[in-house]
């Protein structure tokens, strides 16, 4: 399972030929609004993109302080709150590592990186509502690469925000029910 940028690693990692063989011992993958592709609002532009890229290949590791706008990331006051004052997130990045993650997405939503045979089964989550990365784009992916897998599903969480299982209380429970399901349905 992997969630956000996290989940676009699971689905590259599940599109990569060379792991073809470790992808088919899978009993499946399950993506948590994956970065497949940014929201529309989150997109950067042309030019920074241009010169993000040069400077990346002169100093790959330089790291930029990226803060985050955690009221796009996830709804509820509380996890915002905790989000804003953990230590352990410092939301520091290297140019290379920018990069990449672009690299990644378009290698996803251009069909370059196709599904590799063997893939078992495929759970994607993805939140209406998401600031951070777009629900259309997963909903593109699952629908061109997830046709020959038999065992698949795509979910839907109507207004829901970034990270689901943190989103309002009152719906935790609802995501926890359903990745626990299918799961559990699978062992």
């Known amino acids: 399972m992997g969630h956000s940028m996290g989940g676009g690693l699971v689905a590259t990692l599940a599109s ?23 929201d529309a609002e989150q997109e950067p532009s042309v030019i920074t993109v241009v ?12 790291q930029i302080t990226q803060p ?23 939301c520091v990045g290297t140019l290379e590592m920018f ?25 994607v989550a993805h939140g209406t509502g998401d600031q951070v990365t777009s ?4 909903k593109r992916w699952f629908d061109a690469q997830t046709a020959k897998v038999a065992d698949r599903k795509f979910k839907s ?5 970034h990270v689901l299982h943190a989103d309002l209380p009152e719906n935790r429970q609802e995501f926890a029910d359903d990745i626990a399901e299918w799961i559990l349905a699978r062992v």
């Open 99 to 123: 990069a990449n993650m672009l690299d990644r997405a378009a290698d996803l939503t251009s069909g370059k990186l196709k599904l590799n045979d063997g893939v078992r089964s495929v759970y």
């Open 68 to 90: 985050m706008k955690v009221e796009t990331i996830v709804r509820d006051p509380a996890v915002q709150q905790l989000l804003k004052n953990d230590p352990l997130n410092p």
């Open 51 to 62: 010169l993000g890229r040069l400077a990346g290949k002169l100093l790959p590791r330089f």
């Open 16 to 38: 990569t030929p060379k792991y073809q063989g470790l992808v088919s011992r899978l009993g499946g993958i399950m993506l948590e609004a994956p970065f497949i592709g940014l």
């Open 157 to 161: 969480y109507e207004g829901w925000s």
């Open 135 to 138: 629900h259309d784009a997963s």
